[in-house]
């Protein structure tokens, strides 16, 4: 029994080196009584070979039931884990998918509220009749434009075939001409120039694109409503696209103590979308009071993800 308890409760090496050193010591005591009782020396034998078979039954049992005890307890040990495992990816998989929701929502929603502030204020304060007229059918075709994206959004949301590396956005509902037109026609003095063929770029990097150019128009009529120039240049690269989107609204702080205006969400947002498709993105002001958004994508960064949607538009 105690035998078995050690192979059991222990391990496999107790068991053995407890059944060596109970077999040392029968056969230490055979050997000291055969020298004291020589007449004895079969019935010592015998008893000794007896012992040892018991022990060993006793060990052979208890390796059995141990290694059995050992195996479940390292089943549901791997059982926990697994489902410890299973709920940090899953939290960290919920995570990632908040940010990028509240990346598109971002991207979506903003542009399209600010570009209606932008003429609805433009509204207000202009006299003449007919431009505020213009000014309030532009609204609704922006406000339309912004509900037709959101109902796209939603119901890419519920695609369950949806990849995981895909756009939440459908990507062809966005393109760098109608974020330009949206912020001219709110009255902001965009100039887009693109060097290169733009259509070439697979769909995926086109929408990546298009989302940036528009983000960053969007934080120009947040924040620099007095610009007099902003400029848009797309350079299409045989392995990247750059993007410069540079206005000259940016003005000087006269309270240090005044902290930024704004939420905080655009930058990290387009820095996001940017390093998404293997990008990087650079933001802030330069000479001349001039703020400006720098970004190179590569174009074969993700080519086995973009060759999926490649036959999309922009």
Same mark, same amino acid.
């Given at each position: 029994m105690a035998i078995y308890a050690v192979a059991v409760y222990r391990s496999v090496l107790s068991c053995w080196i407890a059944f060596a050193t109970a077999t040392a010591l029968m056969a230490v005591y055979t050997a000291v009584a055969s020298l004291a009782e020589p007449a004895a020396w079969n019935y010592l034998i015998t008893s000794l070979v007896s012992g040892a078979i018991a022990l060993l039954i006793g060990a052979l049992i208890g390796i059995n039931v141990g290694n059995r005890r050992r195996y479940l307890e390292a089943i549901i040990d791997r059982s926990r884990q697994l489902l410890v495992e299973r709920d940090q990816q899953a939290r960290? !998989?919920?995570?990632?998918?908040?940010?990028?929701?509240?990346r598109e929502m971002h991207d979506i929603v903003s542009h399209n509220l600010t570009v209606v502030v932008a003429l609805a204020e433009g509204a207000t304060a202009t006299p003449d009749t007919s431009r505020a007229r213009a000014a309030t059918e532009q609204i609704a075709v922006t406000a339309r434009g912004a509900l037709t994206e959101m109902r796209a959004m939603l119901g890419v949301l519920r695609d369950p075939d949806l990849?995981?590396?895909?756009?939440?956005?459908?990507i062809e509902s966005a393109s760098v001409a109608d974020a330009v037109q949206s912020a001219q026609r709110a009255g902001f003095p965009v100039v887009l120039r693109v060097e290169g063929g733009l259509d070439d770029v697979p769909a995926e990097m086109r929408f990546a694109v298009a989302r940036i150019v528009q983000e960053s128009?969007?934080?120009?009529?947040?924040?620099?409503?007095?610009?007099?120039?902003?400029?848009?240049?797309?350079?299409?690269? !045989?392995?990247?696209?750059?993007?410069?989107?540079?206005?000259?609204?940016?003005?000087p702080r006269t309270d240090a103590a005044d902290p930024p205006t704004g939420a905080g969400f655009g930058l990290p947002?387009?820095?996001?979308?940017?390093?998404?498709?293997?990008?990087?993105?650079?933001?802030?002001?330069?000479? !001349?009071?001039r703020w400006a958004v720098r970004a190179?994508?590569?174009?074969?960064?993700r080519a086995g993800t973009m060759s999926s949607v490649?036959?999309?538009?922009p």
């Open positions: 960290l !998989g919920a995570a990632a998918e908040r940010t990028r929701i509240a990849s995981p590396d895909a756009p939440l956005a459908p128009l969007t934080n120009a009529m947040r924040h620099a409503p007095l610009a007099t120039a902003i400029d848009v240049r797309i350079g299409v690269r !045989g392995d990247a696209v750059d993007l410069d989107i540079v206005n000259d609204g940016v003005r947002g387009l820095r996001e979308r940017a390093a998404h498709v293997g990008g990087t993105l650079e933001a802030g002001a330069i000479d !001349g009071g190179s994508l590569p174009l074969r960064a490649e036959e999309n538009g």
